[in-house]
């Protein structure tokens, strides 16, 4: 069983920053795709950012030149750096895996709040 541990969330003023971070349980190397997805209340979840095993990165259109996602392969750790945050950024974000194994099995982390206000 796939464990993704996030960390990082809470409560910041508008402009402001926060770094997520999602520790996996298997090696870096077992993964095909990580990714940030959130969910704000009452909609549906959507795709923050991505970043392939050779280090592609892709973006929502929202967060482009606000948000860097990156990984630690050393680490197994995934980061996102949230930059000069807006109220509409407020959502749980989840952290999501794609493995290499058979069937590229998916892996969801147990989400972490994020709300931005003042």
């Known amino acids: 069983q796939v464990q993704l541990v996030e960390s990082g969330g809470g409560l910041v003023q508008p402009g402001g920053s926060l770094r997520l971070s999602c520790a996996a349980s298997?090696?870096?190397?077992?993964?095909?795709?990580m990714a940030w997805y959130r969910q704000a209340s009452g909609k549906e979840r959507e795709l923050v950012a991505a970043?392939?095993?050779?280090?592609?990165?892709t973006y929502a259109d929202s967060v482009k030149g606000r948000f860097t996602i990156s990984r630690d392969n050393a680490k197994n750790t995934l980061y996102l750096q949230m930059n000069s945050l807006k109220a509409e950024d407020t959502a749980v974000y989840y952290c999501?895996?794609?493995?290499?194994?058979?069937?590229?099995?998916?892996?969801w982390g147990q989400g972490t709040q994020i709300t931005v206000s003042s």
């Open positions: 298997i090696s870096i190397f077992s993964i095909n795709v």
């Open positions: 999501n895996v794609e493995t290499t194994w058979p069937g590229r099995p998916k892996y």
């Open positions: 970043i392939g095993s050779g280090g592609t990165t």
